[in-house]
């Protein structure tokens, strides 16, 4: 498995942006797609999107399609989620997933993150 670690989350107006880091540990980075979840208070865990080992797919929730972007640098073991045009909807604590194949189903994600919390005001 790879361990996961969040970062960027903060308070932002909105229509404000912010991009989210998400760190692994290992070597292996490279051979896993990675993929990003939120969860709102009250609600469930919502898939945001995800992108292959490589980077060169990308698949995103239509809520977020066109707004944000995931993208990755594997020769730093980052995934990046950048968020544009945010709306106070778009409060949750986001986390990062890994898992050894790329799909655009939710499902598969082995390895989870701590959550950082994203907050946008009105």
């Known amino acids: 498995q790879v361990q996961l670690v969040e970062s960027g989350g903060g308070l932002v107006q909105a229509g404000g942006s912010l991009r989210l880091s998400c760190a692994a540990s290992g070597r292996t980075f490279s051979s896993y797609a990675m993929g990003w979840f939120r969860q709102a208070p009250g609600k469930e865990r919502e898939f945001v999107g995800t992108?292959?080992?490589?980077?060169?797919?990308?698949y995103y929730t239509d809520s977020v399609k066109g707004r944000f972007t995931i993208s990755r640098d594997n020769a730093k073991n980052t995934v990046y989620l950048q968020m544009n045009s945010l709306k106070p909807e778009d409060t949750a604590v986001y986390y990062c997933?890994?898992?050894?194949?790329?799909?655009?189903?939710?499902?598969?994600?082995?390895?989870w993150g701590q959550g950082t919390q994203v907050t946008v005001s009105s």
């Open positions: 992108i292959s080992q490589s980077g060169g797919l990308t």
């Open positions: 997933a890994a898992r050894t194949y790329y799909s655009g189903s939710p499902v598969g994600f082995g390895s």
